[in-house]
């Protein structure tokens, strides 16, 4: 008889924990509702102690979201644990998922405290968080890398406290399949009471094999939960990845024997979604939602796929959505019809004149560009130039000129703090001469990590361009973002909206560090 596994989400915390992943408040209730859509079982909305910013997203999230359980990490202390239990409280299913580290060198070097205290703490931590939610979760932190006895006896105190989940992560990804599975295993043997809680796996791609440890810590070790992101977002080399996961699970239900309550036909949506509002490009050929991941490009393949499309495919595209990239509207749709396309896509306007204005320029995109999809609306919001939160730089106009044999020229109109500036540079290239003349300006001093351009919608040159800049200053890593049909332009937005987010003072604990 199967059971059921349950997918645990933390795109919103520990894929925001990648260098330039930050995201607004709107932005991640965008996302929080994808995942709702997605059917994820629990959405882990952020660390509420970060950051007043973490905890208002937090508290937003769990207004809206309905269906999904939302979570907040907080480490093992009482204000933490406070800070999430009070941002959690709008939420109809709540659950705080607070953690300590168990490794002899984290204990040592990084806590510097002896196993008994760190035993104590976690128990003490589980029993606060026990008072806002019956729905408690403990994380052994750097899990894999802890001795077996001391880390049984921790989660069998906490479970004795009152934990129903207990997470196991492989948090600088050094596991190998079969040995982590082996561990989860022997951990749950040596815990006395581990029937009492659901086991949980929450793997780091460090060395590419977390969805592969994942696997193995369900279907050797028996977790029945996966901590997993959307396009594997997370620190350094990522975590490991919801669709990767999911889909293994279904495809491969005559090993696994396990349910999976995700809605796959969301999955394309989902990292669509995820990778226009941070600006990390999925590569094409990454599992499941890559652009190449169902294309046949052999003739061998192309001929068995047309008789049969099981002699090359082992799942459809239409399983996870990638058909579901209809055009929805076009340039004449009204603002009703945009403004109910905005709701369906779960993106909030704060007030009418957000709506007018996004209207408007999604009818000055209409003029260019016949058809309209889910994607360009999206990237009509993430990509508009002002990095969603902060707008003291604005995009206005701007003016190119490129010439076989001539040296570049831009010049570029956009507003400081509500005040307009125009500002002029040649450069190697266009995008060079705009973000020059940007510069001329405003003088930032960031140095520039990556530059990408993609098309938001493949198969025409029709397609809107979507720019990434990455910027760094004074050790904070930002991305922007700007989508237009004029990769000069979009260029602009996205080193505009860069220079925003560099603006606004986020400051953010990274609860592991
Ligand atoms: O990787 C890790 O150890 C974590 C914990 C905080 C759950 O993200
Ligand atoms: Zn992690």
Redesign the pocket.
């Known amino acids: 008889m199967s059971d059921r596994l349950i997918i645990f989400d933390?795109t919103l915390r520990?894929g925001e924990q990648s260098p330039g992943a930050s995201m607004t408040r709107e932005e991640k209730i965008r996302i929080a509702k994808q995942l709702e859509k997605l059917k994820v079982d629990v959405i882990e909305a952020g660390f509420a102690a970060s950051s007043n910013g973490d905890f208002e997203a937090i508290k937003s999230i769990a207004s809206v979201i309905k269906e999904s359980t939302v979570c907040s990490?907080a480490r093992a202390n009482d204000k933490d644990i406070m800070r999430a239990g009070d941002a959690l409280a709008p939420a109809e299913r709540r659950r705080i998922?607070t953690?300590i580290a168990t490794s002899p060198l984290h204990m040592e070097v990084k806590l510097r405290m002896t196993p008994d205290q760190v035993l104590e703490q976690a128990v003490k931590a589980v029993k606060l968080a026990l008072q806002y939610t019956d729905d408690v979760e403990f994380?052994a932190?750097?899990?894999y890398r802890s001795e077996l006895p001391f880390l049984a006896k921790v989660c069998e105190a906490v479970i004795k406290a009152g934990a129903k989940t207990i997470?196991i992560?492989?948090?600088v990804g050094y596991a190998v399949p079969s040995l982590y599975g082996e561990f989860m295993r022997d951990l749950r043997t040596m815990t006395s009471n581990s029937d009492k809680a659901v086991w949980s796996v929450?793997c780091?791609n460090d060395l590419g094999m977390a969805v592969a440890n994942s696997l193995a810590g369900v279907a050797i070790g028996g977790a029945r939960q996966v901590?997993c992101t959307i396009n594997g977002l997370g620190?350094r080399a990522g975590n490991c990845s919801l669709e990767e996961i999911v889909m293994a699970v279904k495809t491969r239900r005559d090993f696994f024997d396990l349910d999976v309550g995700i809605d796959t036909t969301q999955i394309v949506s989902a990292s669509r979604l995820v990778s226009n509002i941070t600006g990390f490009v999925v590569q094409p050929n990454k599992a499941i939602v890559g652009a190449n991941a169902f294309a046949h490009a052999s003739g061998i393949h192309q001929d068995g796929v047309l008789k049969a499309r099981q002699t090359y495919e082992i799942m459809t595209a239409e399983d996870v959505g990638w058909s579901a990239n209809k055009i929805v509207l076009g340039k004449l749709s009204g603002r009703n019809a945009f403004k109910q396309r905005l709701e369906a896509l779960g993106i909030e306007m704060d007030s009418e004149q957000a709506l007018n204005d996004t209207f408007q320029r999604f009818k000055d995109l209409a003029d260019r560009k016949a058809e309209i999809f889910d994607e360009d609306i999206h990237a009509l919001v993430s990509g508009d130039g002002t990095g969603g939160e902060s707008e003291f730089y604005r995009y206005v106009s701007l003016v190119q000129h490129s010439e076989t044999g001539e040296r570049p020229k831009a010049r570029v109109v956009f507003s400081v703090d509500s005040r307009e500036v125009v500002s002029e540079s040649e450069g190697n290239g266009p995008v060079d001469a705009t973000v020059k003349a940007i510069e001329a300006e405003v003088r930032s001093g960031a140095e520039l990590l990556l530059f990408s351009v993609n098309g938001i919608t493949s198969g025409t040159t029709e397609s809107q361009g979507e720019v990434t800049m990455r910027l760094q200053k004074g050790g904070r890593i930002v991305n922007g973002v700007g989508a237009d049909p004029d990769i000069v332009v979009a260029s602009a937005k996205a080193y505009l909206s860069a220079l925003n987010k560099l603006q606004s003072k986020h400051e953010k604990l990274n609860?592991?560090v």
């Open positions: 933390t520990d990490l998922h953690f994380s932190e750097d899990g997470n992560p492989d948090t929450h780091h901590e620190e609860p592991q």
